[in-house]
């Protein structure tokens, strides 16, 4: 079955810099990337997508890129915010979802 | 619309004892599935289901059953509870299986003892 594997598992940056969280992925047929933001007592919540036809995709300060050849895809993060501090998660989808461990991410003031 | 809700928010069983785990979603999403949460593991898939009757194994379904009887509702049972169990559990749902975006309920925390 699929295998993700995401890095760092935690993350500290000062407030305005950027975040970059990386994941691979090990079935090549996987074709859609989502990547969730979790805050803190609550569910997993959809923040950006990309699918395999596109190699870049950008919803205001965050970005995703996908590589895939080498399997992999990343999850930026501009100008950071203290509301930017949560877990988030990548994944790939198609009928069954396979996420990665999670990388904790805190934004300091 | 309220979204996937479970219920309930809080649980403390004994080993050996059983429960159920309810969700339901009010957007008539086809695609329910049960996942679990565990520190430095992320999300593992118990069971989903693609349709009301429809129900199939995740990555990790041993100790748990699901059923569908309603395209609203799919709640999760555990027979005999394990301290192994002890977890966060989330229930999601979506329009279909594929490209589409996921939504989770807000978490049931179950300890068993």
């Known amino acids: 079955g699929e295998n993700v594997e995401q890095h760092p598992s935690t993350l500290s940056v000062q407030e305005g810099d950027s975040a970059v969280i990386k994941c691979t992925y090990s079935?090549?047929?996987?074709?859609?990337f989502p990547w969730y933001k979790q805050e803190l007592g609550k569910g997993p919540q959809l923040i950006i997508d990309?699918?395999?036809?596109?190699g870049e995709k950008k919803d205001q300060r965050i970005a995703v890129t996908l590589n895939k050849t080498a399997k992999h895809f990343s999850l930026h993060i501009t100008e950071t915010q203290p509301e930017d501090s949560a877990v988030y998660f990548c994944?790939?989808?198609?009928?069954?979802?396979?996420f990665g461990i999670g990388t904790k991410l805190q934004v300091i003031p | 619309n309220a979204g996937v809700t479970q219920t309930p928010k809080f649980q403390v069983l004994k080993t050996g004892q059983s429960m159920t785990l309810q969700c339901a979603q009010d957007?008539?999403?086809?695609?329910m599935s049960w996942y679990r949460q565990d520190p430095g593991m992320g999300l593992r898939l118990i069971h989903y289901?693609?349709?009301?009757?429809?129900?199939d194994q995740g990555e990790i379904p041993n100790g748990y059953n699901v059923s569908r009887s309603t395209t609203e509702d799919f709640p999760l049972r555990l027979l005999s509870a394990a301290p192994s169990q002890t977890s966060v559990y989330f229930c999601?749902?979506?329009?279909?299986?594929?490209?589409?975006?996921?939504?989770f309920g807000p978490g049931t925390r179950l300890t068993v003892l």
């Open positions: 994944a790939t989808q198609y009928q069954k979802v396979t």
């Open positions: 957007m008539n999403h086809e695609y």
């Open positions: 079935d090549s047929a996987s074709n859609y």
């Open positions: 999601a749902s979506r329009v279909t299986s594929g490209y589409n975006e996921q939504f």
């Open positions: 990309i699918r395999s036809n596109v």
């Open positions: 289901s693609v349709g009301a009757g429809i129900t």
